[in-house]
T-cell receptor, first 112, second 115 residues
Framework: QQKVQQSPESLTVSEGAMASLNCTFS??????FRWYRQHSGKGLEVLVS????GEKEEGRFTAHLNRASLHVSLHIREPQPSDSAVYLC????????????FGKGTQLIIQP | DAGVTQTPRHEVAEKGQTIILKCEPV?????LFWYRQTKIQGLELLSY????????DGGAFKDRFKAEMLNSSFSTLKIQPTEPKDSAVYLC?????????????FGEGSKLTVL
């Protein structure tokens, strides 16, 4: 069974400083990795969806994927208090369907 | 376009009751997923439909959980009978299989509290 581990569980960053979140996965068979954000009481909002090793940028959010080390990270440039939320890493199963396995999340707090 | 719509947003049930949660996927999507979210376990897959056919039924949830998709624009999740450990947020998500966009759209969830 595929597994996804996220670190840290909680992170506090000052407004404007870079925020970095990490995710390791159990095997390299997936073709797609994603980062989602979830504000309290809301659904999941996709931030970055990455298919290939390397970097993908979506606005202030940049994901780095390294399949060889079973690792994907998310970097948030110039975070704002409104970015305070739970960030979830997910990997897609094989077969092309969006059947995702999620990590348990990182609670990010951006202090003004 | 409307996103994924879930109702009710909040439900309080007594132990032993039957509850039904509802989901309307994004129009035109052919894959639909039900997830359960708790602080301890995170997001766990309950059921997965493709073009209304059940593709996966989460093993640990088979006994009291039943998801159905009677038409392409509506799905239900029935929990019968409810237990306090079922207290969680239930999320529905949809996507278009074959597009390979890496996009899965989530509803805002139904928060269930079982007393």
């Amino acid at each position: 069974q595929q597994k996804v581990q996220q670190s840290p569980e909680s992170l506090t960053v000052s407004e404007g400083a870079m925020a970095s979140l990490n995710c390791t996965f159990s095997d390299g068979t997936s073709d797609n990795f994603r980062w989602y954000r979830q504000h309290s009481g809301k659904g999941l909002e996709v931030l970055v969806s990455i298919f290939s090793d390397g970097e993908k940028e979506e606005g202030r959010f940049t994901a780095h994927l390294n399949r060889a080390s079973l690792h994907v990270s998310l970097h948030i440039r110039e975070p704002q208090p409104s970015d305070s939320a739970v960030y979830l890493c997910a990997m897609r199963g094989t077969g092309g369907a969006d059947r995702l396995t999620f990590g348990k999340g990182t609670q990010l707090i951006i202090q003004p | 376009d409307a996103g994924v719509t879930q109702t009710p947003r909040h439900e309080v049930a007594e132990k032993g009751q039957t509850i039904i949660l509802k989901c309307e996927p994004v129009s035109g999507h052919n894959d639909l997923f039900w997830y359960r979210q708790t602080k301890i376990q995170g997001l766990e897959l309950l059921s997965y439909f493709r073009s209304k056919s059940l593709m996966e039924d989460g093993g640990a949830f088979k006994d009291r959980f039943k998801a159905e998709m009677l038409n392409s624009s509506f799905s239900t999740l029935k929990i019968q009978p409810t237990e306090p450990k079922d207290s969680a947020v239930y999320l529905c998500a949809s996507s278009y299989w074959g597009a390979n966009t890496g996009q899965l759209y989530f509803g805002e969830g139904s928060k269930l509290t079982v007393l």
